[in-house]
């Protein structure tokens, strides 16, 4: 079986799990008290971690680990800031997301207020990606139930160029001149909560989108109501909710080398937010969405937790390694693309955050 890290960020801080064979190992707590909405694992030059840490005293930083976290870095001024004449102030950075492998210093960071940050030196350093910024949309968008933020940010895996961001609420925005100008891209993706015009240009609530690596011009996305699948690089969106227990829920993620399998974790609805009929459930289509299987050996039978935008994920073995994580706590992994899961760990803070590596 092949040795994984799981990055589990939290309410209150940063654990660290460690798979060699079978049994894992979770330390922690690491960066304790700081709520870490965003991790990352950059594996283009050796792995350094990268954490989107918040503390109530010093407020958002980005931290980062080249020795798997037994020490810490952040810089003595704050890696993020907005610009003087923007008016803005960080609140919170939801992603961090390396860049293509032709470009090995360039991280990505999506951050509330909605804005896109890049990164030239590996992390350390980031200057505001201003066409999105100031893109004419921007006075139109509103905060979502968690905020107005950058939530996704999917760099395209061979064209440094084209990048795709997802925000809460404003819907699908992507750029293919590194960043000089953005368009939406949300056609076909409805807003019910719009009655005047359910398929706007812009405006949709996109919790999350998922990019297959082997397969770039496709994307899966969950949004506040609806999942759908792209084949035209967000050309265009179709339903693929069907056979889905609810059509609400947060993340979305795609198995790393079969572009036609894609993860959910559906819940009721959005005023309950807990899976059907109290069943712990990861939701796996094989065929791109045609049709769902619903996942449970070893998982609970009553449930009442939720799993977040960024707390579902896979790792790049095969077959493939998917974790999860919930509000009250829990860590689950499977080691067989989902077929089987067991417990990682229990009575954590709230999960907000989960990315997985090979090591």
Request: proline share 8%.
């Amino acid at each position: 079986m092949v040795e994984v890290l799981l990055l589990i960020g939290t309410r209150k801080g940063l654990w660290l799990g460690h798979r060699r064979g079978g049994a894992w190992e979770v330390t922690g707590p690491h960066l304790p008290m700081a709520e870490i909405y965003a991790v990352a694992a950059d594996t283009r030059r050796g792995l350094r971690l990268l954490v989107g840490a918040s503390s109530t005293h010093y407020g958002p930083s980005v931290v980062t680990s080249d020795d798997l976290g037994r020490s810490w870095q952040e810089p003595q001024r704050a890696p993020i800031s907005f610009p003087a004449d923007t008016g803005a102030a960080l609140e919170r950075v939801w992603q961090l997301a390396p860049g293509p492998e032709d470009r090995q210093e360039v991280v990505y960071a999506g951050a509330e207020p909605s804005a896109v940050f890049r990164s030239d030196d590996g992390g350390r350093s980031f200057e505001l990606v201003r066409g999105l910024w100031e893109h004419p949309d921007r006075p139109h968008w509103e905060p979502g139930g968690g905020g107005m933020a950058v939530h996704t940010v999917l760099p395209h895996p061979h064209d440094h160029a084209r990048v795709l961001v997802a925000m809460s609420t404003g819907g699908v925005y992507r750029t293919a001149d590194g960043g000089h100008s953005w368009e939406a891209a949300n056609r076909g993706v409805r807003a019910y909560f719009l009655p005047e015009d359910e398929y706007p240009r812009f405006g949709q609530c996109v919790h999350k989108v998922a990019r297959h690596p082997a397969k770039p011009e496709r994307f899966f996305l969950q949004n506040h109501h609806g999942v759908y699948r792209s084949d035209d690089a967000a050309d265009s969106w179709q339903s693929i909710a069907d056979g889905l227990p609810s059509d609400f829920g947060f993340p979305i993620a795609t198995h790393p080398h079969r572009p036609d399998v894609v993860y959910g974790f559906p819940l009721t609805a959005d005023a309950e937010r807990f899976p059907p009929q109290g069943r712990c459930r990861v939701y796996r289509s094989e065929d791109a969405g045609g049709s769902w299987t619903a996942l449970s050996a070893g998982l609970p039978e009553r449930f009442y937790s939720a799993v977040m935008r960024d707390a579902l994920c896979v790792d790049g073995a095969d077959p493939a390694g998917v974790y999860f994580g919930s509000r009250s706590g829990e860590v689950y992994a499977s080691a067989d693309d989902g077929d089987s899961w067991q417990q990682v760990a229990a009575h954590l803070p709230d999960v907000l955050s989960l990315r997985a590596t090979v090591l």
